[in-house]
């Protein structure tokens, strides 16, 4: 047996090196002028690429030239039935020559090996497929001699193919377009599913890294972590590369699209107005305004200077829902995990790259929670200033929108939930983890930070506004009153309220449950240049935030049955920013729900790592599909929300609901 296995060795490197010095990628394109028939071409070309495979010649070039010859979708089918066809032909082959000799030569651990496959061998074979580091045939070979089960090869190689061969195959497509069109998004798009691919390589390696410490026999859900937790430097680098990330997908071309869009004619405006000494009573408190007000003095008086300070904040949201989850949970890849879901949602990246509040509104409200999560893991006065903080923060939020108070009410919840555990369930306290420790701030401490001084730093920022609009009252009492009660009109007076369901205050209002499943979004830019379509639409990635409320159902149910302090912080916490909607009768909109997602998105954050904890091939094979999914449709989403130009059949293409077809939703 091992002189057949030495001679198959020598003669698969002996065409190995053959192959890599005949194949590249002109001969295969040459390929397509011989052949006038496609089936016949289709045939050749599956035949080649499969015997290619089994003698480990460069498969890249069979990948890129699928693309080039037969399109994305005819080359991606016909590149996965090349692989699949040398797949089971490479097991097999190994299975009958090697598997015998593989045993015998590891012996003394051949029980642990086949434990670990029996358990994860679904996992490991949808991974090997999907990241493009092992030659495909080897890994085929490979599975066939170390005893993967027939059924986990044959369902990880199924499923794990075309998602492996996806980004070459549209790299050689966008290539050609390339050539042929000079039209450059086929392979921008692809260059973006390489490096995905290899950011998810790389993530995976570490998890699994930290995973090999412990010993999983069940999915688990974080519980207990300790004082204080210390930031590893691998942490630190994968949130600061998250934070990076999500920095440059807001300022690249920031100034495409000329002020003003959407509500940019209200807020840079209202901060022009601050810049000269005469600010307008309108429907929200100042400190927004402030904020864009620092763009305008550092950048001027344009796109940028409008842009710029909400680009930033929405570029720190990931870093503050990852410092959460980690305070949290203690568990630091669950943390970078929730920041990559956010890196992939569409409405923040929208509302971050115009001169709009509510990513200033939610940073503002999360870096309270963050504080406050913190200030738990401290004592001592360490633990003081940053419950001040918390409030301050938590108050700033609701400084931009009344609707930030979202948060304050957060933290009131989760405070009543402890103190309510303490006082009649207190061997439960276990299972709160960090959160537990709010049952130690004594009750005046809670009334001083989180009211005395959030309501202290709410009147402190209406100062300037009521010391440039005084002259119309008696004192500054009666001013600040009196701009309180024009906020409240604002939001009730008859132009804002829908009255009759069939005749909405506004064309993109949308009730409040509704937001969850994106029934209705907003457009806030649209150009049609002939039959190129230039459009903005504020919409999330449908796959992500159909999974989270997947996600925050099937923990819902799960705390009913198994308590968890972690859990329950995140879904008090998406019920508080989400559930109050119901009681305004004005006009809505689907951006009124993004405190909400950010918690939503810990929600799934949570499901995915703890499937993938588990260790079971299926539970993982379903979070690698589900990342996938998601960053699949983020990619096809991104022209409406870049605003790239599309042909107007692309454009309806993406409109997956059109009005009155299917029950409430409508995306145009």
Known sequence: ?????????????????????????????????????????????????????????????????????????????????????????????????????????????????????????????????????????????????????????????????????????????????????????????????????????????????????????????????????????????????????????????????????????YFPKYTEEYLEGKPTWEGHPPLSKFLIMLGILTLGHNEFGYRIPTAIFGAIIPLLMIGICYQLTGKKWLAILVGCLYLTDGLFLVESRYGLINCFLVALGLAGQLLLLSALHHTGKYRWLMLAGSGILMSASASIKWNGLGFLLTTYLVSTLVLIVARFFPKQMGKLGIIAELNNIPFGAYLIYFFVLPVGFYIAQWIPHLMLSNGNFTSPISAFIATQKHILWWHSASDVVTTEPDKPAHPYCSPWYSWAVMARVVNYYFKADGDTYYTVDAMGNPILWWLTVASVLYLAAKGLIKFNGAIAYVLIGYSANYLPWMLPSRCLFLYHYMSALTFSMMALGIVLYSLWQSGKGWQRGLVISGAIAIVVSQIYFLPLWYGLPLSSSQFYQRIWFMPNQFGGFNWI
């Open 1 to 265: 047996m091992p002189r057949i296995l030495l001679f198959c060795g020598v003669l698969i490197a002996l065409c190995s090196a053959v192959g890599w010095q005949a194949i590249d990628l002109p001969v295969l394109l040459s390929l397509e002028a011989r052949f006038s028939n496609p089936i016949g071409l289709s045939l050749v070309f599956v035949g080649f690429y499969a015997i290619a495979n089994l003698l480990i010649l460069p498969a890249t070039v069979f990948n890129l030239a699928s693309g080039a010859i037969f399109g994305i979708g005819w080359g991606l089918a016909i590149a996965s039935v090349s692989c699949w066809l040398s797949a089971v032909m490479g097991y097999a082959i190994a299975r009958r020559l090697g598997q015998e000799w593989f045993r015998h030569k590891f012996s003394h651990r051949w029980d642990q090996i086949e434990t670990n496959l029996s358990q994860g061998g679904l996992g490991y074979m949808i991974l090997a497929r999907i990241l493009p580091v092992i030659p495909y045939g080897i890994v085929s070979f490979t599975a066939g001699c170390v005893g993967i089960k027939v059924k986990d090869f044959l369902l990880g190689t199924l499923i794990g193919t075309p998602l492996g061969l996806a980004p070459f195959v549209i790299l050689g497509y966008g290539g050609k377009e390339l050539l042929v069109s000079q039209d450059v998004l086929p392979l921008w798009l692809a260059i973006a599913l390489v490096l995905i691919g290899t950011a998810t390589k790389i993530m995976l390696k570490l998890i699994n890294r930290q995973l090999a410490m412990f010993n999983y026999s069940s999915v688990k859900l974080p519980l207990n972590i300790s004082l204080p937790l210390a930031l590893q430097p691998s942490f630190k680098v994968a949130s600061g590369i998250v934070f990076l990330i999500a920095l440059a997908m807001r300022i690249w071309n920031i100034n495409q699209i000329p002020y003003p869009v959407f509500d940019e004619v």
